[in-house]
């Protein structure tokens, strides 16, 4: 079985406003990862999400991309312990 971490993300560029969080939790479903997505009020994406290394990686090169409108220049990650109290991958309030 493969390790499970958990990454914290800040996206910055052209990520609001483009449906982003929207595309972060479908790639982020898909692989299986639970967690959070949320735009912040300094114009970035926010996340935090729990999964296998190899999902959280490939979710990671998805976010580098981003959906079609958007330009990413920037992803900040932070490992930090697993607590596995997500129980999926949901869109919350921007803080």
């Known amino acids: 079985m ?3 971490v ?3 993300v800040m996206i910055e560029g052209r990520v609001q406003g483009v449906g ?3 595309f972060a939790k479908e790639h982020a479903l898909k692989l299986g990862l639970t967690g959070w997505v949320r735009n912040t009020f300094d114009g970035q994406v926010e996340a935090q999400a729990e999964g296998s290394k190899q999902n959280i990686d490939i979710w990671i090169s ?3 991309n981003g959906p ?3 330009f990413v220049t920037h992803i900040s ?3 930090l312990e697993t607590l596995g109290k997500f129980k999926n991958f ?3 309030p921007t803080l």
């Open 62 to 64: 998805h976010l580098q």
């Open 77 to 79: 990650k932070e490992w």
């Open 6 to 8: 958990r990454i914290h």
């Open 68 to 70: 079609q409108s958007a």
């Open 90 to 92: 949901q869109i919350v």
């Open 20 to 22: 982003f969080r929207f």
């Open 2 to 4: 493969s390790e499970i």
